[in-house]
Every structure is written in C-alpha cells, then in structure tokens.
C-alpha cells in the first residue's frame, strides 16, 4: 500500500497551503502518519506527526508553531496545514506510516508505504 500526498504547489512567501495524505481506513487505526520532507542533496526530513491510539502529535523545532498535522478518519486522510510559509520550505513532502513517531534525518528507514510525494515551492 502507498500513501498518497497532494495539495502542493507554488506559494508566496507567508503564504499558506495545505497537504493531504489519503491513507486506508485499516493503517489510519493501527500506525502513526509521519510527514517529510526532502530538499536536492539531503534523505528525508521528518518533521510532523501524529500517533493513531491517541491523536498525539510531534513537530520538527523548524515548523512548530507554523505546520499543524491532523487525521480524519471519516475520510481516511491525514492533514499537514503549513503557513507562515518561508523559502527554506521548499521541498517535496511525502506521508509515509510507522510504528511509532520520530522525527528528524535518519528516521525514514523506520516508516513505510511511500508514495510519490508532492512538491512544494515557496517563492516570491
């Protein structure tokens, strides 16, 4: 199973967009949804997420107080609302699942079903 992200595109600086990860009903119960980010010449980031028992959520000191994660599972769907946007923001994120929350580079070994990723362009 892949997850699916979307909702990127081209934004402003201090600007606002929202991503989506649509994610079976069945992985949104039982994992936690972790989302990264990835920039040219660097692995993976992980910089939010949120656990499944409880609805806890982690955030990366660099987006905390901007990015806020959220679940749906009515609609099988995990939210990353970003705003505040800056340029250093810039990347392709994706969604993946896991066990447990972590944060940070060296993490995504621990998380599974990517996807494809949607990118996201902070620029004036």
């Known amino acids: 199973v892949q997850l699916q992200a979307s909702g990127g595109g081209l934004v402003q600086p201090g600007g606002s967009l929202r991503l989506s990860c649509a994610a079976p009903?069945?992985?949104?119960?039982?994992?936690?949804i972790g989302w990264f980010r990835k920039v040219p010449g660097k692995e993976r980031e992980g910089i939010a997420c949120?656990?499944?028992?409880?609805?806890?959520?982690y955030y990366l000191d660099a987006v905390k107080g901007r990015f806020t994660i959220s679940r749906d599972n009515a609609k099988n769907t995990v939210y990353l609302q970003m705003n505040r946007l800056e340029p250093e923001d810039t990347a392709i994120y994706y969604c993946?699942?896991?066990?447990?929350?972590?944060?940070?580079?060296?993490?995504?070994?621990?998380?599974?079903?990517w996807g494809q990723g949607t990118l996201v362009t902070v620029s004036s």
């Open positions: 009903g069945s992985i949104l119960d039982a994992r936690a």
């Open positions: 993946a699942t896991g066990w447990v929350c972590a944060l940070g580079y060296g993490v995504e070994e621990r998380f599974a079903s």
């Open positions: 949120i656990t499944a028992s409880d609805g806890r959520t």
